[in-house]
């Protein structure tokens, strides 16, 4: 059997690397007793929520309490409000009709000052 074959990513910050033969990896997944691929999958469910925390971290460090915001809702309707206060996956958002929102970083535009109403 072909063992799958991995080569590190030039200067990537994760230090990851990339699989280069991804039908020799298939193959080898496919012949994994239920035990390994139980495993596996542990790990592999871990690493992906380790790299959407980081990507949830480094967005939600553009903001700040106090940074004035916009987002779009449900229904494509414009909020604008404050960040109140920042949290694992989220920001706290008081909007300026008073309403309060918990908004995903990756939703919210910070305003500047010309922008605020």
């Given amino acids: 059997?072909?063992?799958?074959?991995?080569?590190?990513?030039?200067?990537?910050?994760?230090d990851a690397f990339k699989l280069e033969d991804r039908v020799g990896a298939a193959e080898a997944i496919r012949r994994l007793a239920e035990e390994d691929l139980l495993y596996l999958n542990h790990l592999i469910v871990e690493r992906l929520k380790l790299i959407s925390q980081a990507r949830s971290t480094?967005?939600?460090?553009?903001?700040?309490?106090?940074?004035?915001?916009?987002?779009?809702d449900q229904t494509g309707e414009r909020k604008t409000g404050a960040v109140i206060q920042l949290h694992k996956k989220t920001a706290s958002i008081r909007t300026d009709d008073g309403q309060l929102w918990k908004v995903h970083p990756a939703y919210l535009r910070r305003l500047n000052a010309a922008q605020n109403p």
Wanted: charged letters at 30%.
């Fill in 1 to 14: 059997m072909a063992r799958p074959r991995f080569h590190r990513e030039g200067a990537m910050p994760t």
């Fill in 58 to 72: 480094s967005l939600m460090a553009a903001f700040g309490p106090g940074d004035r915001v916009e987002f779009k």
